[in-house]
């Protein structure tokens, strides 16, 4: 179960009943109701307009094969990036959620995505140190830029 809460006085807002467990949310830029959350192999898009205190499932995508681990709203909400072990990055059009790109092979186990402030770029971190920024969604699989830190998870909190 996911509560989501006023953040001033903490008044329960929306409960979301999700399994198994969820390893990333994300809220919408654009539209405060639209929230999403992955779990393992999932990922489920909220409206948070509660029908009683239960928000809606309105979109699921399954079949994330090795799993999901991070997600990441584009700043002007137009974009979703999902990563995880795959070595892969999805990356949904929010209108129509249609998959516009995915960006593959040599990215290793993904677990931090940050968009650049005009969305153009994409950088992805992953739990051997490298964080690598690629074109999104013009040139996905084209590496803009690369680096490797000798120990530790890569944060992509760059942009």
Same mark, same amino acid.
């Given at each position: ?18 399994? %198994? ?40 995508? @399954? ?11 584009? %700043? ?40 650049? %402030? ?19 969604? @013009?040139? %996905? ?19």
């Amino acid at each position: 179960m996911i509560s989501v809460r006023e953040t001033a006085c903490g008044t329960l807002q929306a409960a979301l009943s999700h399994e %198994p467990s969820v390893v990333g949310v994300a809220f919408s830029p654009l539209d405060e109701n639209l929230f999403v959350s992955i779990s393992s192999h999932t990922m489920t898009v909220w409206d948070l307009r509660p029908i009683g205190t239960m928000a809606r499932a309105i979109r699921t995508v @399954s079949g994330f094969p090795e799993g999901c681990s991070c997600v990441e709203f584009s %700043p002007d909400g137009k974009m979703l990036a999902v990563g995880g072990s795959n070595d892969n990055i999805t990356v949904w059009e929010t209108d129509t959620w249609n998959r516009i790109a995915t960006v593959a092979g040599k990215l290793g186990e993904i677990h931090s995505l940050r968009f650049s %402030p005009d969305a153009k770029l994409i950088a992805s971190g992953d739990i051997g140190g490298k964080l690598q920024v690629r074109e999104i969604p @013009s040139n %996905p699989n084209a590496l803009v830029g690369q680096s490797t830190y000798a120990r530790g998870w890569a944060s992509t909190r760059i942009f």
